[in-house]
């Protein structure tokens, strides 16, 4: 078992950033965040290897960053120059073996930190 309890949502203006941290009660080897709009589907975001390797959603065009502290079990989700499209709750997620962006294969996650972009 895995849990994951993640921090740092909130509200924030367009433009501005937030850093998402997500407290892990151990990495597995594949960690990843995802978002969630009430009546759409999930859309994964970014994901980190326990090796340290990263995969991340076209559309985010490089704002955001996927990062993890291996000292402290920590996931971090850096996001700037956000937009109200990025309004969601925002998941952590943590997968077994292998690592990408399919929400369905991620065995364990939490349960969510709001963000809101307003303008």
């Known amino acids: 078992q895995v849990q994951l309890a993640e921090s740092g949502g909130g509200s924030v203006e367009v433009g501005g950033s937030l850093r998402l941290s997500c407290a892990a009660s151990?990495?597995?080897?594949?960690m990843g965040w995802f978002r969630q709009v009430p009546g759409q589907e999930r859309e994964g975001l970014a994901a980190?290897?326990?090796?340290?390797?990263?995969w991340y959603a076209d559309f985010l065009r490089g704002r955001f960053t996927i990062s993890k502290d291996n000292s402290g079990n920590t996931l971090y989700l850096q996001m700037n120059s956000l937009k109200p499209e990025d309004t969601a709750m925002y998941y952590c997620?943590?997968?077994?073996?292998?690592?990408?962006?399919?929400?369905?294969?991620?065995?364990?996650w939490g349960q969510g930190t709001q963000v809101t972009v307003s303008s």
């Open positions: 997620a943590a997968r077994l073996n292998r690592c990408d962006l399919r929400d369905e294969k991620y065995n364990y």
């Open positions: 980190i290897s326990s090796g340290g390797s990263t």
């Open positions: 151990k990495f597995t080897y594949c």
